[in-house]
Nanobody, 128 residues
């Protein structure tokens, strides 16, 4: 059974930085796609960034490109990070780690229904 555990959320002032971590266990695939989504109450969950753990390709939502960096642990490719810099109040949301089996190019579109596994979420709050 695949399990995703996130950590690293919190409260920060605008312009600050946070780093989220996600550790996946129980994976049988040698490569997959892992990513981060976020959701605020009353809105749909949106994809923030994804990484293909086999080749390392990354994709970002336009609103975070140049500010956020998704990466994977060199020793354990099923551990991914989201470095969030220059945070803005509009980045405030519950952030979820997600994983999808395989490496379909569809995953780069970051549609939540394409992802098979989800973490419990970690809250990120950016104050003005």
């Amino acid at each position: 059974q695949v399990r995703l555990v996130e950590s690293g959320g919190g409260t920060v002032q605008a312009g600050g930085s946070l780093r989220l971590s996600c550790a996946a266990s129980g994976y049988t695939y040698s490569s997959n796609c892992m990513g981060w989504f976020r959701q605020v109450p009353g809105k749909e969950r949106e994809g923030v960034a994804v990484i293909y753990t086999g080749g390392g390709s990354t994709y970002y939502h336009a609103s975070v490109k140049g500010r956020f960096i998704i990466s994977q642990d060199n020793a354990n490719k099923n551990t991914v990070y989201l470095q969030m810099n220059s945070l803005k109040p509009e980045d405030t949301a519950m952030y979820y780690c997600a994983a999808a089996d395989g490496n379909s190019l569809r995953f780069r579109l970051m549609k939540s229904d394409e992802f098979d596994y989800w973490g419990q979420g970690t809250q990120v709050t950016v104050s003005p």
